[in-house]
């Protein structure tokens, strides 16, 4: 949905873009680095309003190598 503008699902072109947020008491679409919710990348989130399919994206290679260097040892 990001590239294409169309759902994978239904075919629609009826897409949002919501922006990934940090909010208060650590609300928001976000995941975490470190113990400071300053240090968090963002996740930006694609929104079907046809059928309510949803894509999550880490927009930036900085962000993703950011990920990479926290998580990627711990994921296996």
């Known amino acids: 949905m990001k590239d294409s503008k169309r759902c994978p699902?239904?075919?629609s072109n009826d897409i949002v873009?919501?922006?990934g947020t940090i909010g208060?008491?650590?609300?928001g679409n976000h995941i975490p680095l470190g113990n400071k919710?300053?240090?968090a990348v963002l996740v930006t989130r694609?929104?079907?309003l046809s059928c309510?399919?949803?894509?999550?994206w880490i927009d930036t290679p900085q962000?993703?190598?950011q990920l990479k260097?926290?998580?990627?040892?711990?994921?296996?």
């Open 17 to 19: 873009v919501v922006p």
């Open 46 to 48: 694609y929104v079907c």
């Open 24 to 27: 208060p008491y650590g609300g």
């Open 52 to 56: 309510g399919y949803t894509e999550e």
């Open 63 to 65: 962000d993703r190598q």
């Open 37 to 39: 919710m300053s240090n």
């Open 9 to 11: 699902k239904c075919n």
């Open 69 to 76: 260097e926290k998580y990627y040892k711990e994921s296996f």
